[in-house]
């Protein structure tokens, strides 16, 4: 995260040591590749010159000022950060941006938490950072500590997160969406609250699928299903037309979507008309849909799939393709797949609250 002091740090005197304090902790989370420390060329110089000092922490600020005129036009084009205040004895918020009182810094900051549903989501979405990393023109890198909520737990670990008022926070989870005009899921609703109502440093986002499945790049999976799954897998990209279809965002990967399901979809709900032309258009009947295997005039037992289903270890596939192949490598295949732009807006999302340079050497 950038933690950018703002220029009412000059109204404080250089000897302060809750200023000294404040620099100190933001400086060495610098060095150690957790958070970027930033703000105007004036207040740096004075950062500099802060009486008691380590030299580790002066040559951090040092190096700032330094990359100055490379740096600054990037770093002022990321709308989130933490910005640090002297006028201020409380957190507020505006927009993206996180004005917390220089107090509050004295106190030692921890790497920013990535929480999610579970820790393969979490895992996968750093590596849709480090993709995003390989084409932001800041040439910067970022870091954040993976954590899972537990499904349905999530929006509570995110709350306790927010109590506790040590950790800054990005959550990401499904938006359970089925169609454009749907409404988002119960786990996406409790943490957008939770977020939206916090006095702390806490951002929520529901990724733009129904699931993290819909999200993962076709061509990683397709180069990741199990041999098993692969006529599923074969059968999906023909209806979609690999991936191509806007709506295929909105399929359920997992478990398939049944003809059943369909038509059982309330008449005045979004998502009847959304999925009743999906229907039309792969070619399925749903006043009169037969087949010989089974029973459709009884709903109950009809079990035919108008959405293959790839299981719930799709992800879990990826991520293990992903550890065993380069990050070039990966990104490379994965800029290929129809669905590229969902996986890089996650990856920016994580990258700007992440935001921090490469770790120091010693």
């Not at 039309?280 to 849909?289: F, K, N, P, S, T």
Request: glycine share 6%.
């Amino acid at each position: 995260m950038i933690i950018e002091f703002n220029d009412s740090i000059l109204e404080r005197n250089s000897d302060d040591p809750v200023i000294r304090q404040a620099v100190e902790s933001a400086a060495i989370e610098t060095w150690r590749g957790n958070h970027f420390i930033f703000g105007s060329r004036k207040t740096l110089e004075f950062l500099a010159s802060i009486s008691g000092l380590t030299a580790e922490s002066k040559s951090i600020i040092e190096k700032c000022l330094g990359n100055y005129a490379t740096s600054a036009a990037f770093l002022k084009s990321i709308p989130i950060r933490v910005e640090i205040c002297c006028r201020q004895t409380y957190t507020s918020k505006r927009e993206d941006r996180w004005i917390l009182p220089v107090e509050r810094l004295t106190h030692g900051i921890s790497p920013t938490v990535l929480l999610t549903e579970n820790l393969t989501d979490a895992y996968l979405y750093d590596f849709a950072a480090k993709h995003y990393a390989l084409i932001s023109e800041g040439g910067t890198s970022f870091k954040v500590s993976c954590r899972g909520g537990g499904g349905s737990t999530t929006p509570d670990c995110l709350k306790a997160i927010i109590a506790e008022a040590r950790e800054w926070v990005l959550c990401l989870t499904d938006s359970d969406k089925s169609s454009p005009q749907a409404p988002f899921g119960n786990v996406s609703i409790r943490c957008e609250e939770e977020a939206s109502e916090a006095r702390w440093i806490a951002k929520h986002n529901s990724i733009p699928g129904k699931t993290l499945e819909n999200v993962l790049p076709h061509q990683l999976i397709d180069i990741s299903v199990p041999v098993e799954l692969r006529p599923n897998w074969d059968e999906y990209n023909r209806i979609t037309k690999t991936g191509e279809r806007p709506w295929a965002k909105y399929t359920n990967l997992k478990t398939g979507n049944t003809v059943r399901w369909i038509r059982r979809l309330p008449n005045g709900g979004a998502d009847r008309p959304f999925w009743n032309e999906i229907a039309r258009e792969i070619g399925i009947d749903l006043a009169d849909c037969t087949c010989v295997e089974f029973d459709c005039i009884r709903d109950d037992k009809c079990g035919k799939l108008a959405i293959p289903a790839l299981g719930s270890r799709i992800g879990e596939h990826v991520l293990a393709y992903l550890r065993e192949n380069s990050v070039q490598r990966s990104f490379q295949l994965a800029k290929k797949s129809a669905n590229f732009e969902l996986w890089m807006e996650i990856g920016k999302a994580v990258f700007n609250f992440g935001l921090a340079p490469k770790r120091a050497r010693s």
